[in-house]
């Protein structure tokens, strides 16, 4: 008789911010652990940078992972908790957690040993799982409030938000390349009528921007408009 095959796990790890200041890395540790301790095979990793209040639609490999775990391409999920899974509010997280286990996927949570589905205390995991998807939703909302608030306080303080504007990085360059031209008009090294196709042309050079982005931010800073 051969021996059974090894459960597979499929790993699920999400951070909010897609740069530096947040990493999986630490996540992973764990999860491999907890996987290794358990002789579950590892077969896949899913990895998100958004929020989890992003639907499956907006979350690459959370869609990828549904996708997989529907045709039972593993027999686990294991993630770090479930607002690290998702956000979406307690029918939705119903949702996900029973189409999985309809396709004979269980699903654990590293820090929430309660929410396993494949707890024989059903009760206790319907009860856990609305409970924790329901603060998880909250937990969503006071985020986003609490950023547009910081928004409304700097905005109120007078602070632009945001990059600046592409007119705003090149003024400076677009302002001097101005004055050069009309010096040169002064001079007499140039005529009038060849000013402001000299200044375009410079700009574009300069900035790198198009020909018509250029004359639309001369004409901002005061050039007459282009010779016919």
């Known amino acids: 008789m051969s021996a059974a095959s090894p459960t597979r796990c499929a790993v699920y790890l999400r951070v909010s911010k897609d740069d530096d200041s947040q990493t999986t890395e630490n996540q992973l540790l764990d999860l491999d652990a907890y ?28 869609d990828r992972m549904m996708g997989d775990g529907l045709r039972r391409e593993f027999d686990v999920l294991l993630f770090w908790a479930l607002d690290r899974l998702t956000r979406e509010g307690v029918s939705t997280t119903f949702a996900y957690v029973e189409q999985l286990a309809d396709s004979g996927v269980s699903v654990h949570s590293y820090t929430q040993p309660l929410l396993s589905t494949a707890s024989e205390n059903k009760l ?26 910081g928004l409304r306080r ?11 504007s592409k007119f705003e990085e090149h003024q400076a360059t677009l302002a001097q390349i101005i004055s050069s031209v009309e010096m040169r008009v002064e001079t007499g090294e140039l005529g009038r ?32 408009g282009p010779a016919s």
């Open 154 to 164: 700097a905005r109120k303080a007078g602070k632009t938000l945001g990059r600046p």
């Open 35 to 62: 996987a290794d301790a358990r002789g579950w095979d590892v077969t896949e990793r899913y990895v998100d940078r958004a929020s989890g209040g992003k639907g499956r639609a907006d979350r690459r490999d959370f």
């Open 124 to 149: 206790v995991r319907d009860i856990v799982l609305a409970v924790l998807a329901a603060v998880a939703e909250d937990e969503r909302a006071r985020i986003s409030e609490r950023t547009k608030a």
């Open 193 to 224: 009528s060849e000013a402001g196709q000299t200044a375009r042309r410079e700009g574009v050079e300069a900035t790198g921007l198009s020909y018509n982005t250029v004359s639309k931010y001369l004409l901002r800073l005061g050039l007459p």
